[in-house]
């Protein structure tokens, strides 16, 4: 009796924890997307309740805007850029430091796991000094280049310890079939390793749309501006107007959040098969 009762108790705690997180989590963008639909006499008024009357003219003007419509192409255009090259190159890379034995391999490969405790915002003043001689400043290439260089370090970590994974018996049948070693790769590895490609381009599309620290230091011209530079610009233009300001912040998560919803399923498994085997 005792220990059912335990194991209701520990059951009931881990549904209220889960709960408690949830509301944490999903509390502030439900109060960022009914606030879109205030004005800002409501929000003062009335933050938590509903919007009495609705205000859908606050997406709608954002909705109209050339300028937002511009930094979401810009958005996109750097973070699909940026995931299929370092999803591409991550793969191949893991796919030599996982399938093939070389003197020097695993210093090769530390020295991509470095990276990952190489802050950021070190390496900026280099960064705009080498891009501003070779001139890309303003350009798209400045940006996706660095956030790249960037990325492939846990991409390397995942997929290597995915690949590792495949047995030698599988490629040893692909050679006999008459697959060279880019056709296996190209064939049979990447297929099987869809849920780790699918992690790794989400966490370099969602960190690359997140990005503002380097589009700010590259970009001085405003048509190159992406969403987070341009919810800035926009919250000082709007300070006034919180309903509008929380309405653009919503529009401007949306896309990421609709990337993550659908690859969501393979987060957690290609997490697990990079962190876990190696």
Not at 44 to 68: C, I, K, M
Not at 153 to 171: D, K, M, N, S, Y
Request: overall charge positive.
């Amino acid at each position: 009796m005792n220990h059912r009762r335990n194991t209701l108790l520990v059951g009931v705690s881990r549904q209220l924890l889960a709960l408690g997180l949830a509301i944490l989590i999903v509390g502030p963008l439900l109060f960022a997307v009914l606030g879109g639909f205030k004005d800002s006499a409501q929000l003062a008024e009335n933050p938590f309740g509903l919007p009495s009357p609705w205000r859908p003219e606050n997406y709608g003007d954002v909705l109209a805007s050339d300028t937002f419509w511009r930094q979401v192409f810009n958005s996109t255009l750097i973070g699909l850029v940026t995931t299929v090259l370092v999803a591409g190159l991550g793969a191949m890379a893991s796919f030599v430091f996982a399938r093939y034995a070389f003197r020097g391999r695993e210093a090769f490969f530390m020295l991509f796991t470095v990276g990952l405790m190489f802050p950021f915002a070190a390496a900026i003043l280099p960064l705009f000094v080498l891009l501003r001689s070779i001139g890309l400043l303003d350009n798209y290439l400045g940006v996706i280049l660095p956030q790249v260089a960037f990325g492939l370090p846990i991409t390397i970590i995942i997929l290597r310890g995915f690949f590792r994974e495949i047995p030698r018996e599988v490629e040893e049948a692909a050679i006999l079939d008459g697959c060279s070693p880019f056709g296996f790769f190209f064939k049979v590895l990447l297929p099987m390793a869809r849920p780790a490609l699918a992690t790794v381009s989400v966490l370099a599309i969602v960190a690359s749309w997140n990005n503002f620290f380097l589009p700010l230091v590259m970009f001085t011209d405003p048509s190159l501006w992406t969403l987070p530079l341009g919810v800035q610009q926009f919250q000082g233009q709007y300070a006034s107007d919180t309903a509008r300001v929380m309405a653009y912040l919503v529009l401007a998560m949306l896309p990421a959040l609709a990337f993550y919803s659908v690859a969501e399923r393979h987060l957690a498994g290609g997490l697990t098969a990079g962190a876990t085997k190696g």
